[in-house]
């Protein structure tokens, strides 16, 4: 239990070991929090419950301030397990409660679980009041699910936020302003890229919509991570700057090599890029996660995206990740396809086809026979060139 101000706990719970989220798609080698708070007023409310598996620790938590049955609201903001698991047992502990969300909330909550209770369906400007404090909803459809909504307390000037401003660092502190900063900012980042990149468009507007409401934030409460009480106007200028795509003068370099060859004429490429005084990261996709990948992709201007041949098809590793790339829904970017073959190529067409459906303009194609031999390096090394003044002509 930890106290966010006056009346207001966190009572959820830190997930100090999980390492792979949302479909394994997402390594969190900084572990997990499942957020949920607890308005202790004349009406107790908790917003969201946790994920299956920590009911104890939950209801030791909750037990710390007041006994379970003395909630008599239970909002929940978000359908999604990471924050729903827990609810057929807390139906049963939370005998005297009130259930509320959205509509949607409602049909995927009975369809999930086994459920006899009502679910009291909200939308935006609904309120209900707890005594000396009054909760008011706003649906956000697709921030990141139909369901969500978030929840708004004036009297305490909380946003209880759902997966927006959220981030995943396992820690037992409260507050975004004690830890250190950098891994704070990194895994803001590396949410949004993972979780919330797709969904650009709605979320830019979901933002702007709480932007016109005016409502004055003391603090931003969201279903991961830490409670935001110092930069909140910083944190929502972020997002908007990612919901727009805006880029920088970076390069991300991701390949996949069966001998080493796409490995060679990847490093030349990025000597060229070095040179150039770009900003570059490179990964080998067979030994990175694709959450690190994407977090760096965020606000990178250009992608270099190279694999060896198989069968005419890029390796399995790369395929997978254009796959997830794919769903990430990248625009205002520009690319570069390169690799190897022995007896046929196929990869690096496969690629640029797939990044020009993207919606990414890829503007060189680089191949190399068996080991690349020096007018082959050169080419690499041209094609980090040409992709270098791409960038600094029209400086991003």
């Known amino acids: 239990m930890k106290q966010i101000t006056k009346d207001v706990f966190s009572v959820g719970v830190i997930d100090w070991n999980m390492r792979n989220f949302h479909g394994n798609t997402f390594i969190t080698k900084n572990g997990v929090t499942y957020n949920s708070y607890l308005i202790n007023d004349k009406e107790p ?52 409660a009130k259930f509320y969300g959205t509509a949607k909330l409602k049909e995927g ?16 400007g609904d309120k209900i009041n707890l005594g000396n404090n009054t909760l008011t909803f706003v649906e956000v459809p ?43 900012w990194q895994e803001v980042a590396k949410y949004y890229a993972n979780i919330l990149w797709p969904l650009g468009t709605m979320i830019e507007k979901s933002v702007n919509n709480l932007l016109t409401m005016n409502l004055p934030i003391d603090f931003v409460a969201p279903s991961h991570g830490l409670v935001w009480r110092n930069n909140i106007n910083k ?32 490093r030349e490429i990025v000597r ?31 992608f270099v995206i190279g694999s060896s041949t198989h069968d005419n098809e890029m390796l399995a590793y790369i395929a997978g990740y254009m796959h997830f790339l794919k769903g ?19 990869a690096v067409k496969e690629i640029a086809t797939n990044l020009s459906s993207f919606g990414i303009e890829v503007i060189d194609q680089i191949s190399a026979k068996f080991k690349p031999n020096k007018e082959e390096i050169e080419k690499c090394y041209q094609a980090g060139e040409k992709l270098s003044k791409a960038l600094l002509e029209h400086c991003y």
């Open 328 to 346: 990430m829904k990248p625009k205002n970017r520009i690319a570069v396809s390169f690799g190897s073959f022995g007896w046929a190529g196929g």
């Open 109 to 124: 909550l009975l369809k999930y679980y086994d459920l006899n209770i009502e679910i009291n369906v909200v939308k935006t």
């Open 142 to 184: 697709m921030v990141h699910w139909p369901d969500s909504m978030i929840t708004y307390c004036p009297e305490k000037k909380i946003l209880f936020s759902n997966d927006a401003f959220g981030q995943h660092i396992a820690t037992n502190k409260t507050f975004t302003d004690e830890i250190g900063q950098d891994i704070l």
């Open 235 to 266: 944190v929502i200028e972020k997002y908007l700057s990612w919901t727009k795509n805006e880029v920088k003068n970076k390069v991300v370099v991701v390949y996949e090599t069966m001998w080493g060859s796409t490995q060679i004429m990847a």
């Open 272 to 302: 060229a890029l070095t040179n150039n005084n770009i900003e570059v990261k490179m990964f080998d996709i067979a030994k990175t996660d694709f959450a690190e990948v994407a977090y760096e992709m965020l606000e990178a201007k250009a």
């Open 45 to 96: 409310a908790l917003i969201d419950v946790v994920h299956k598996g920590f009911e104890d620790e939950f209801i030791k938590n909750i037990l710390e301030i007041i006994s379970p049955e003395k909630i008599k609201h239970v909002i929940l903001n978000h359908l999604e397990p990471d924050h729903s698991g827990a609810i057929e047992y807390m139906a049963k502990v939370l005998k005297n």
